[in-house]
């Protein structure tokens, strides 16, 4: 038999903050209706809006927030709103992936718990769930907790209620929570960002590459070290450029608290700074080791190698003077690093994109 019933349409309207919730939530702009039809309900038919705006900076207490959004439901075509932020959120009982107001039909969702890894299929999952939950033809059998934690299924997400029975927090498993969250965090800040913004660091480390793959006596210092001391050099090389970066450029927040009261996420925000530039001075570091490889390999002859060690080179010899090489490379990079120029370096800390968009919506205001 053929439904004879009138298709109805929902309108899913998507706000996202700058950078990468704003790119995410054009992705799922794209892709969340046809998942709707096929999960929820392909009578329906599914519309999703994408406004990029930095509503963390414009509206940051939370239940302005929701207010907010619930204007633009009520003063707009959107039968409800998903808001995407890429800062942590937190909720009575620890970090949430996402707070539910059902009376307002406004959902946000916290990207850095979602964790780092297949964040694009983990954000269309909990998005359809929240959105077939809070559509206003929804006619749901079960209390808004039970019904969300059936929905989303997973034994590593529970739902609590919050401070109404139509107002809910969605919570990740609490043991590797905090992990998830960091990495969340590192993804949000988009360390390869700062792989590709130390253009100076590059040349200062490509210099002091050079000297370690020229200079035969480096050869023999490096063949012998021994495994221990060059693990050693090379954990403090990544610590230097690590420190040398976030002290250089001012990422470390301190606490910059004139009301008396105190700031519970600067900590993190701080741990996730430092986990974001470790992430990119290892890339970097990765990256100058395979270019002085590769230099090593073209420039020195295995047969005079041999000469200079008193023995028959072999691959080990080339991999331990690259390493060694780089590590020098690296230092000298930690002092270019501060050569760069601090906007590109410091969209790897979160305060900074927080002032940014309490700048970009008071020159708004302003115009």
Request: include cysteine.
């Amino acid at each position: 038999m053929t439904d004879d019933r009138p298709r109805r349409t929902v309108v899913v309207g998507i706000l996202a903050d700058p950078d990468l919730p704003a790119r995410l939530a054009q992705y799922l702009g794209r892709t969340l209706p046809g998942v709707l039809a096929n999960r929820v309900d392909d009578r329906v038919t599914w519309r999703a809006e994408v406004v990029d705006d930095p509503f963390e900076a414009m509206y940051p207490d939370y239940d302005r927030l929701v207010d907010k959004a619930h204007e633009r439901v009520r003063t707009t075509d959107w039968d409800l709103a998903l808001c995407v932020t890429d800062l942590p959120l937190r909720g009575p009982h620890g970090f949430v992936m996402a707070t539910v107001d059902l009376d307002s039909r406004v959902a946000l969702i916290s990207l850095p718990a979602l964790g780092g890894l297949r964040l694009r299929r983990r954000l269309t999952d909990l998005a359809a769930a929240l959105t077939a939950r809070m559509e206003p033809g929804h006619r749901p059998q079960t209390g808004l907790v039970r019904d969300l934690a059936r929905r989303l299924g997973s034994r590593s997400v529970r739902v609590e209620r919050a401070r109404t029975d139509n107002e809910v927090h969605v919570f990740g498993s609490p043991t590797p929570g905090t992990v998830r969250l960091l990495a969340g965090m590192v993804r949000a800040n988009r360390p390869w960002q700062l792989l590709v913004g130390l253009s100076s660091a590059l040349a200062g480390a490509i210099a002091g590459t050079a000297f370690g793959v020229l200079y035969s006596s480096i050869w023999q210092l490096a063949t012998a070290l021994g495994p221990a001391r060059l693990a050693g050099s090379t954990v403090a090389a990544l610590a230097v450029l690590t420190v040398w970066i976030i002290a250089g450029h001012g990422l470390w927040e301190r606490a910059e608290n004139t009301s008396g009261t105190r700031d519970p996420d600067r900590r993190l925000r701080n741990a996730g700074t430092v986990a974001t530039v470790l992430v990119g001075s290892a890339a970097f570091f990765a990256t100058l080791y395979l270019l002085a490889l590769a230099a090593v390999l073209l420039v020195i002859p295995p047969d005079f190698l041999g000469k200079t060690l008193g023995h028959s080179a072999g691959v080990r010899d080339y991999l331990t003077i690259a390493l060694t090489a780089t590590i020098l490379g690296t230092v000298a990079g930690a002092v270019g690093s501060g050569l760069e120029d601090d906007t590109t370096v410091r969209k790897a800390a979160y305060n900074h994109r927080r002032r940014e968009r309490h700048r970009w919506v008071e020159q708004r205001g302003d115009s």
